[in-house]
């Protein structure tokens, strides 16, 4: 009875030819669909030559693009203790340690200090790609720590955030960083020294809440996601449909939370233009004439 049999052929096993094309040579635009060479890429920032769309930037490539030449980096041999012993799908400590492995860095930030246009500037830069750019114990002590290098040594402050909020496999622990941080921001404040923060997709959560948006100017990426709580919690929680483009940068602009929206590819001159005016106007403050027995405040004259 062969003749209604359809006789199938076993699924040939994969061939071991390799692809002619090698891997991660070429990327697709999500927004637009265009196939970008990777080196072209590279070349406008991360950013899509023919749509605009920002791809995410790595904090090493992120300070590559605001310093002018070398930076010098501090506290990169800070780790996370696990002080929970916190375990979810799997053990905390088995996830940093394949965080470590896989990015080179011993946590989410790199903080550095180096020009940006001339400006001596403390940056802190986070990393999206080390478990969500969460905040755990490490990331606050090192970024509290570049608020108090720009203090003692009079220096201007950038943090760049990219960030799901606080590490909760830290708990409670991650959350006082905010307060750490927000309270060094405060003496920074004092001081009268200027910090830029720079919002990338994404920035939500603890980070939002806290330093994120307390720049003296907040610059955010393009069509950044920058919440604290996610859209599907805030439509449970109010009941209501959310509006169009909620919570992204152009949304959160109009409505008064971000002072600028700006192109990557601009985004340095932007905040060198931000840091020239705010130390501009500090050195307007200061006395000009010394009076005598009173040491000055300390030469703080802008670059030009
Ligand atoms: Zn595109």
């Known amino acids: 009875m062969a003749w209604f049999k359809k006789v199938r052929k076993p699924i040939e096993p994969q061939s071991d030819k390799p692809s002619r094309v090698p891997e991660g040579l070429w990327v697709k635009c999500p927004s637009c669909g265009e196939i970008i060479y990777n080196k072209d890429l590279a070349a406008t920032l991360s950013v899509c030559p023919k749509c605009a769309h920002h791809f995410r930037l790595g904090a090493a490539d992120r300070l590559r693009m605001l310093f002018d030449g070398e930076w ?95 590490r909760m496999m830290e708990g409670a622990l991650s959350l006082m960083q905010m307060a750490k941080i927000s309270g060094a921001l405060g003496r920074l404040d004092r001081a009268r020294l200027p910090y830029v923060s720079v919002l990338t997709d994404p920035t939500t959560g603890g980070v939002t809440a806290s330093f994120a948006m307390l720049g003296d100017a907040n610059i955010a990426e393009p069509k950044a996601l920058i919440g604290f709580a996610g859209p599907r919690v805030i439509e449970q929680t109010i009941r209501q449909k959310l509006p169009e483009g909620f919570q992204r940068s152009e949304f959160l602009l109009e409505r008064g939370m971000l002072d600028m929206v700006v192109d990557r590819r601009e985004l340095k001159a932007s905040i060198a233009r931000v840091l020239r005016f705010a130390l501009a106007s500090e050195a307007r403050r200061r006395p ?16 030009p």
């Open 72 to 166: 010098q980096e501090y506290d990169n041999g800070l780790r996370s203790t696990d002080p929970l012993t916190f375990v979810d799908t799997k053990p905390y400590r088995k996830r940093l340690e394949a965080s470590i492995e896989a990015s080179g860095l011993n946590d989410a930030v790199i903080c550095a200090t180096g020009r940006i246009e001339g400006i001596d500037t403390s940056v802190a830069a986070m990393e999206y790609g080390f478990i969500g750019g969460s905040m755990g114990v490490v990331v606050g002590e090192k970024i509290t720590r570049a608020i108090e290098r720009a203090l003692e040594r009079r220096l201007a402050l950038v943090i760049v955030s990219s960030s799901g909020g606080a």
């Open 288 to 303: 000009v004439v010394a009076v005598p027995g009173i040491s000055a405040p300390d030469a703080f004259v802008p670059q």
